[in-house]
């Protein structure tokens, strides 16, 4: 099970409906990063069919992170009034920590701890 990251602008992620980051904010924010890029869709390979699997995940962007040469896409997903990333690691808590600040908002984890 993975473990997740939130943007909120509520107290705890599971209120995040209460005091929503709104689709718009979102969408706008992406629309002006360089770095990000709406992306619902992500394809794969099934590990034991070998056939390729399609996942769509509305109201996603990724960030085009750059690590020692090579360049990751991480997924950022906005559900319910809250934008989550999971399994994240410095980089990516710097950059939700950007785009909290844009937003008005903060980061915190699945159990309502800041970043």
Known sequence: MSYSIHIIKSQYP??????????????KLVEIDPEMKMKCEFEGINPRTREKIIIKLENTAVWMHEC??????????YNRGKISVSDS????????KEIATKL???VVGDEGEEY
């Open 104 to 106: 008005s908002g903060r």
């Open 89 to 96: 690691d410095e980089y990516v808590i710097k950059k939700m």
């Open 14 to 27: 599971w209120e995040a409906k209460d005091n929503p980051i709104t689709l718009e904010e979102w969408t």
């Open 68 to 77: 020692e040469a090579t360049i990751y896409e991480v997924p950022f997903t």
